[in-house]
C-alpha cells in the first residue's frame, strides 16, 4: 500500500465519521474543477473521489501542476586563504627588508600522546628561504636528515636545503615532517 492510499483510506475514514451537511455532495475530481471552488485533494490526482464540503484547500498532486525535482547548484563554502604558518600562530614582521616569521614547529608525540613544540625562525631575503631551530631533539642526529642542521649559535641550528623551500608553509611543514621522523619514527 502506497503513502498516498494510506493516507486516502485515513481520509475517507475520517470524512465518514463527520455528520454531512446537506449540500455537501461527493464528485469525482475531474468534475470538481469546474464548479470553481476550493477543492480538498488527498491522493493520487486520476481517480480519486472527494467530499467538496464548501471552501477546501487542496493537498496533494493536482493535475495542473507541475513539480520538477532535480539537482540544484552546487555553492561551495571555502575558508578564506591562510597560510600554514597563519593557521599554526606563526607571527610576521618585516625588518630592514626581509620578512621574519617566528613561531613554534608542532609535533605529535604518539608514544605519549602529547605535543612537543621547538622555537622556530623563518627568514626570507629575497625569495631565498633560511630556517632555523632551537634546541631540536637529540633523536636528529640519527635521521639521515641529522647532517642538514648546522650550529649557527647556541641553541639554534639552521636547516641546510638540498631543494630549497619555495615558500614559508613549505619550510614549516618540511621541518614539522622531519621532527616527526625523528620522534615517532619514520615510516617503513
Request: with cysteine; glycine share 8%.
Amino acid at each position: 500500500m502506497s503513502f498516498w492510499q494510506s493516507l486516502r483510506g485515513l481520509f475517507l475514514g475520517w470524512v465518514q465519521e463527520q455528520p454531512r451537511e446537506e449540500n455537501a455532495t461527493q464528485v469525482p475530481y475531474a468534475e470538481a474543477e469546474p464548479m470553481r471552488r476550493k477543492v480538498f485533494v488527498v491522493g493520487p490526482s486520476g481517480g480519486t473521489w472527494l467530499v467538496v464540503p464548501g471552501d477546501a484547500s487542496v493537498i496533494g498532486p493536482a493535475e495542473d501542476a507541475e513539480t520538477v525535482i532535480g539537482p540544484s547548484a552546487m555553492s561551495t563554502v571555502a575558508p578564506p586563504e591562510r597560510g600554514a604558518w597563519d593557521e599554526r600562530g606563526w607571527s610576521r614582521e618585516l625588518k630592514q627588508g626581509e620578512e621574519v616569521y617566528k613561531g613554534f614547529f608542532q609535533v605529535a608525540n604518539r608514544r605519549t600522546r602529547t605535543t612537543q613544540t621547538f622555537p622556530g625562525v623563518i627568514f626570507v631575503r629575497r625569495r631565498k628561504i633560511v630556517t632555523c631551530i632551537a634546541d631540536p631533539p637529540p633523536e636528529i642526529k640519527r635521521h639521515p636528515k641529522g647532517p642538514c642542521f648546522t650550529p649557527i649559535q647556541k641553541p639554534w641550528f639552521r636547516l641546510n636545503w638540498f631543494r630549497p623551500a619555495k615558500n614559508v608553509d613549505d619550510a614549516i611543514l618540511y621541518m614539522e615532517k622531519i621532527l616527526d621522523e625523528c620522534i615517532n619514527g619514520r615510516k617503513q
